[in-house]
């Protein structure tokens, strides 16, 4: 069974650089919930590189293979107000969850430490 846990905003530095450390290399793709009930899923995925955070503003790195070049990506999340992490079966953290101050809500969707799947 898998649990969904809220980071209290005065650890959300602490917590976004610990979990990077024991993350990074892993699967991880966006999806993009709207608060009128839109859905937009990223297509490209990458490895997770680093999370950080400054102010409300979150900043995703990731890496991804192009026909045998390491490229990265780089998306900032802006105006956060809520971060949740859920965790996976195994207690492994499987997503993150951004809030923003319209209702909508970003995921960052990790592979599965138990099966594989992202």
Known sequence: MTMIKMVEPKEWETFL??????????????EIFGPKGGF????QEGDFASISIDGNK??????????????AMVDELN?????SVQYDTDNSEAMLEFAD?????TTLHFESMVDGVS
Request: proline content about 0%.
């Open 17 to 30: 650089y610990a979990f990077t450390a024991r993350n990074q290399g892993r699967r991880a793709r966006f």
């Open 79 to 83: 105006n956060v107000r809520g971060i």
């Open 101 to 105: 101050e319209k209702g909508g809500k």
């Open 58 to 71: 979150v900043t995703v790195k990731r890496r991804y293979d192009d026909h045998g070049q390491q490229k």
């Open 40 to 43: 937009k899923e990223e297509e």
